[in-house]
């Protein structure tokens, strides 16, 4: 029986999946059970930050694996230990503290679940808790109920009601909306610095900024979303860094890239004082207040820690860098008018397609057409939205690996458009 069948027979259909059925990886590269290559710019969606099976993970993976899999968080794990140390020291490089979890969207329960702890702590003026948490219209925040609830796309949410109250979503760069959008029960704001699955739309210096005034005047918390962007995927081990380096989060939460490939996510806070008896935010999150059975447990512990020193010690965010800028100088002159635009930064783009230029079936997007196609010739990439399409090399690709993608999506434009 294939493996389409077997899909077809036992495996709930909440995926529009592709025929595609990946059989091995190596680096940029991935094999399907017929044994054609495809060079991969997917890479799980932003998640095998080395590539495939690159060797310093899976030694790190098979290491610990003959040591010690899973234990209790009612023990001290000197991996999870280890690995908050990284990210806070090297990463984050401010004083805080994490929980780590097994997803983004668990990640960002956690600093919903914080915001809304916050929220008893520094009540309304009437004594009422805050709860509400803003967030912003094409944003996407994981498929949990609380992190759907908090996602501002009418079409994840629809057929789920009633959803989690206390989200507010708001037009994202848009800072008078912003500054007119704050109610008595608000008590943090939840954003992307840049948006993956909404079309690969950037923040602004001016926005976070606005946003970073607005927390500070109305005693509000400031929560990133860096699950697909973090980690050096955009140019920096913190996006909102690229963006607006001086502002310095209350909440941060990460999953995908940080694990190269094994279910790792995380929510950090901050140390500061939220009071004059100098309570610290992070210690709102005490015992008792969030938990998970798989989340940091030593194996994936491990696999994150030889990711992170990888990225940090090869300096791959610098590599993302050089590549966005040999990804747009080279598109640029193709001067293709079916290219509407060129966002993101690092290794996290999206490339716009004009509508009108590409030929569509009924039921089709254009982001899905050129992705049919560039899959065809060899290049496997995802949508963002419907007329955006995604690079997500891994952060240690090469110039000609670059190179050979590019010459794939310019002939596969090129093909739409003279049909």
């Not at 940029?28 to 932003?46: E, P, Q, S, V």
């Not at 079916?338 to 089709?364: C, F, H, N, Q, Y």
Request: some cysteine; aromatic content about 6%; overall charge neutral.
């Amino acid at each position: 029986m294939s493996t389409a069948d077997l899909f077809q027979q036992h495996v709930l259909p909440t995926y529009g999946r592709f025929p595609l059925v990946p059989v091995r990886g190596e680096g940029c590269h991935l094999w399907d059970d017929a044994g054609k290559r495809y060079l991969d710019f997917c890479t799980g969606i932003a998640v095998c930050s080395l590539g495939h099976c690159h060797p310093r993970l899976v030694s790190a993976i098979r290491e610990q694996a003959g040591k010690l899999l899973h234990c209790s968080n009612l023990y001290q794990i000197p991996q999870q230990a280890e690995l908050a140390e990284e990210i806070n020291t090297h990463h984050v490089r401010l004083p805080g503290k994490l929980f780590f979890s097994n997803s983004g969207a668990e990640a960002n329960d956690g600093l919903i679940k914080s915001a809304r702890r916050f929220g008893h702590h520094r009540p309304q003026t009437d004594g009422k808790p805050r709860f509400e948490v803003i967030t912003f219209q094409q944003s996407f925040h994981g498929r949990t109920l609380g992190a759907m609830s908090a996602t501002g796309q009418a079409k994840i949410q629809e057929g789920f009601d009633p959803l989690l109250p206390g989200f507010r979503y708001l037009p994202y760069n848009d800072i008078a909306a912003l500054e007119n959008g704050v109610h008595p029960e608000t008590a943090a704001i939840l954003l992307e610095p840049i948006q993956g699955e909404g079309g690969v739309n950037m923040a602004t210096p001016e926005f976070l900024r606005a946003i970073a005034a607005v927390c500070k005047k109305r005693d509000l918390l400031l929560f990133f979303d860096e699950v697909q962007a973090g980690f050096g995927r955009c140019g920096d081990s913190m996006a909102w860094r690229m963006i607006a380096p001086e502002i310095k989060p209350d909440g941060i939460s990460w999953a995908k890239g940080m694990g190269g490939g094994v279910p790792i996510g995380a929510f950090w806070l901050n140390d500061r004082a939220i009071d004059d008896q100098g309570t610290a935010l992070s210690s709102l999150m005490g015992p008792g207040s969030h938990g998970s059975t798989y989340g940091g447990n030593p194996l994936v512990c491990a696999a994150s820690l030889a990711v992170l020193h990888e990225i940090r010690e090869k300096e791959l965010a610098q590599n993302a860098i050089l590549m966005e800028v040999r990804i747009r100088e080279t598109i640029t002159s193709w001067k293709l008018p079916v290219i509407t635009a060129i966002r993101g930064s690092g290794l996290l783009l999206g490339i716009g397609l004009d509508p009108a230029l590409i030929p569509t079936p009924e039921g089709k997007t254009p982001a899905l057409v050129v992705v049919n196609q560039l899959m065809e010739r060899g290049l496997l990439t995802p949508p963002a939205g419907p007329n955006t399409i995604r690079l997500l090399p891994p952060l240690n690709v090469t110039a000609m690996e670059i190179d050979e993608a590019l010459s794939i999506l310019k002939t596969a434009l090129d093909a739409l458009v003279a049909k």
